[in-house]
């Protein structure tokens, strides 16, 4: 357990440097759209300590996929249910969200079709990988026994 911990922690502070990177290109484009002017310090520190922090935990909450006792449907739900809480908490503490059912309702369709997407893309380039190498595996082996 001991080495799943420190290795979310190794995970996580490596991807904690790009939060404040994130907000960035969210302010831009806000603003770009004229969605944002001006923006107090108290607005830029909580998005700065918030997106750290949602970058963090997205970032070591991968090594749920390193823990072998933990079947792979659970690891995906798992994962899922904490990046869920961890956007749709960011996005409301930086009010970029409305805390309202209508908004919410809207976030949680859009997150769970994007996850669900990435899921789907990720399984079909596994299996696709895995049949190319299963497809090598017989000429590797005969090549061994020669």
Do not use: D
Request: charged share 10%; aromatic share 18%.
């Amino acid at each position: 357990m001991k080495k799943y911990l420190m290795e979310f922690f190794r995970r996580g502070f490596m991807a904690c440097g790009f939060g404040p990177l994130v907000l960035a290109i969210v302010y831009l484009i806000l603003q770009k759209n004229s969605y944002v002017q001006i923006l107090t310090i108290n607005q830029v520190c909580t998005g700065i300590f918030s997106l750290s922090l949602l970058a963090f935990l997205a970032g070591g909450m991968n090594v749920l996929y390193q823990i072998e006792r933990l079947p792979l449907l659970i690891a995906i739900f798992i994962h899922g249910c904490v990046l869920y809480i961890g956007y749709l908490t960011t996005y409301l503490l930086n009010n970029w969200l409305e805390f309202s059912l209508t908004p919410i309702f809207i976030f949680t369709f859009i997150f769970l079709f994007s996850y669900l997407a990435i899921w789907i893309i990720i399984y079909s380039l596994t299996k696709k990988n895995t049949k190319a190498i299963n497809e090598k595996l017989p000429s590797i082996s005969s090549s061994y026994k020669q």
